[in-house]
């Protein structure tokens, strides 16, 4: 029973991380398109990519990762707090330990190893807020 748990759990997380991918990979492929074949603006292609990839990411999450049964009224909603806050949390830590970093000048790559922890704590935030709140 103990096995059985941890497996779903780690089956959920594993989901989540290829629904990521195919979100990313499906947003950043119209992004593209719009700006370099359209010809529209870096704002309008990445708000509509972003958009899109934002849609499939809520219903593969939730059909898909979470079998949920949540209204799409709630979940919606709490699907878009629970990445804002995600957002807001590990990329301020983010910029705190790149702006304090700076005090390390030895450290030749403080930018990009702050961006790669907020990137990993949104991720695990996001999955843990879409897991327990948006699709519970």
Known sequence: MIIENYYKRVNTFIRFILVGLINTCIGLSLILVLLNVLGLSYWISTFIGNSIGATCS??????FT?????????????????ILGSYFISYSIGYILFDKSKLLTNFEYVK?????????????????????????
Not at 66 to 82: D, E
Not at 119 to 132: D, E, H, S
């Open 112 to 136: 990009e190893t702050s961006l790669i922890l907020a990137a990993v704590l949104y991720t695990i935030l996001n999955y843990l807020g879409q897991r327990y709140i948006a699709f519970k």
């Open 58 to 63: 809520y219903i593969l999450n939730k059909n």
């Open 66 to 82: 979470f079998n949920s049964k949540v209204s799409n009224q709630k979940g919606i909603s709490l699907f878009i707090l629970v």
